[in-house]
Antibody, heavy 120, light 111 residues
Framework: QVQLQESGPGLVKPSQTLSLTCSVSGGSISSGDDYWSWIRQHPGKGLEWIGYIYYSGSTYYNPSLRSRTIITVDTSKNQFSLKLRSVTVADTAVYYC????????????WGQGTLVTVSS | QSVLTQPPSVSGAPGRRVIISCTGSSSNIGAAYDVHWYQHLPGTAPKLLIYGNTNRPSGVPDRFSGSKSGTSASLAITGLQAEDEADYYCQSYDSSLNVSVFGGGTKLTVL
């Protein structure tokens, strides 16, 4: 059974870069069936899809965040990562990693999420 | 403001039935994109409840069912149990935004 776990700093200063890693266990990130996504939830709000990466390295980002987002994959470590540049307090959220099968498909499983606070 | 609209809260007594609605538009649910549902307890990983409008993953009780019509979808929960108390989210795809979109979530309270 595939499990995902997010890791990274819980506090980031404004204008800096938010960096998170998702470790995949119980399966290979290179299996070829899955697209590996990042999703976030602002405090008290709904969910926002950030983007995904395929094991080959191809990516697709939410147009609203595209200019600041980079998602990378490290198949040797069975991990994928998120970098969000020039953060503001509006980027404070719980960040989840999740596995999906492509645009419009469902996400399963998810990580338990990690809270990132942007504050000076 | 979420692209898909859900009621902020619903409630029901143990053993009763509740329905959670998810309203979209012609660029998402109305465009025949599938709707998926998740159950979420804060601090835990969201759990897939329904995929492809009506399908339950292995292990999800048949007390949970999904339906879709026009620009809306619904999640029905029968035989309410205390353990069902959680937040529920719908998800679909929006062809004008070209992203997966979610509802704002519905908090279910079991009275």
């Amino acid at each position: 059974q595939v499990q995902l776990q997010e890791s990274g700093p819980g506090l980031v200063k404004p204008s800096q870069t938010l960096s998170l890693t998702c470790s995949v266990s119980g399966g290979s990130i290179s299996s070829g069936d899955d697209y590996w996504s990042w999703i976030r939830q602002h405090p008290g709000k709904g969910l926002e899809w950030i983007g995904y990466i395929y094991y080959s390295g191809s990516t697709y980002y939410n147009p609203s965040l595209r200019s600041r987002t980079i998602i990378t994959v490290d198949t040797s470590k069975n991990q994928f990562s998120l970098k969000l540049r020039s953060v503001t307090v509006a980027d404070t959220a719980v960040y989840y990693c999740a596995s999906g099968r492509g645009a419009g498909d469902w996400f399963d499983p998810w990580g338990q999420g990690t809270l990132v606070t942007v504050s000076s | 403001q979420s692209v898909l609209t859900q009621p902020p809260s619903v409630s029901g007594a143990p053993g009763r039935r509740v329905i959670i609605s998810c309203t979209g538009s012609s660029s998402n649910i109305g465009a025949a994109y599938d709707v998926h549902w998740y159950q979420h307890l804060p601090g835990t990983a969201p759990k897939l409840l329904i995929y492809g409008n009506t399908n339950r993953p292995s292990g999800v009780p048949d007390r949970f069912s999904g339906s879709k019509s026009g620009t809306s979808a619904s999640l029905a929960i029968t035989g309410l149990q205390a353990e069902d108390e959680a937040d529920y989210y719908c998800q679909s795809y929006d062809s004008s935004l070209n992203v997966s979109v979610f509802g704002g979530g519905t908090k279910l309270t079991v009275l």
